[in-house]
């Protein structure tokens, strides 16, 4: 694979509220959440543009990171609102 690290999925877990007296809120970047989506692609720009052209809100244009210090790698992001205002994580690693 010319030295690169193949991908591993993560696990997937899923959550039910079975109380009916749940206080819902407007999802932001700061507000700690329960849960998190992230998409990976391997053309975030081209996702991106995709994206603004449907008049889709997106929180940033896409953004690179840097995690090699904490054992993940480099990769590219953005975040976007679903139609319910749910924010959701585009990511293509580097």
């Known amino acids: 694979m010319n030295g690169s690290k193949a991908l591993e999925a993560p696990p997937v ?3 039910q509220f079975v109380d009916s007296k749940i206080h819902k809120e407007q999802s932001d970047l ?3 959440s329960i849960s998190e ?3 990976y692609t391997d053309d975030i720009d081209s996702v991106y543009k995709t994206l603004i052209e449907n008049h889709v809100e997106c929180l940033s ?3 690179y990171f840097d995690f090699r210090a904490d054992g993940f790698g480099e990769s590219r992001a ?3 609102r ?3 205002g749910i924010i ?3 990511m293509q690693p580097l």
């Open 78 to 80: 953005f975040y976007f």
């Open 61 to 63: 244009e896409p953004q």
């Open 88 to 90: 959701l994580e585009m």
């Open 30 to 32: 700061f507000t700690t």
């Open 82 to 84: 679903d139609p319910d």
């Open 13 to 15: 877990e899923l959550i």
């Open 37 to 39: 989506v992230c998409f």
